[in-house]
């Protein structure tokens, strides 16, 4: 027969709920006072920050501009070594048809090396020690 817990016992364990809603705060005002202190970013604070950002901000569309049309144009790579360059949409279209006829390859050398198996060596004689000497007279 069992008894029900007594108010005694259930009042001994400790709840855990206090605890993590007590660090959930914690969290809260250390980020919230992070931000405060923080304020604004350095980029905003600098004006000469922002004109290089928007600097970079050309340079990049730029480049990538350049890229793109590198991506879909025929040019000259080397002319003495005979290497141009394709647009990627033809280098694909060529180079599938080769790869699905290849058969996939170890990208390293395998060496597969057959070892013989050891040879039968005869045994060593056991060993007595050294022979003790003969007494002299």
Known sequence: MTTAPSTSESAKKPSLWP????GL??????????QW????SVGDADPEEAARSEARIKNLAAL??????KLESYA???RAKGTVQIPIGTAMEQIIPQLNESRPRPAYPVVVVDAPAPAASPSPAPDAGPTPAAPTP
């Not at 202190?37 to 604004?40: A, C, I, P, Y």
């Open 64 to 69: 990538r501009t350049e890229e793109a049309a």
């Open 25 to 34: 705060i914690m969290i809260a005002l250390f980020l919230g006072l992070n």
């Open 37 to 40: 202190l923080v304020g604004t």
């Open 76 to 78: 000259w790579v080397d």
């Open 19 to 22: 605890i993590f809603v007590a």
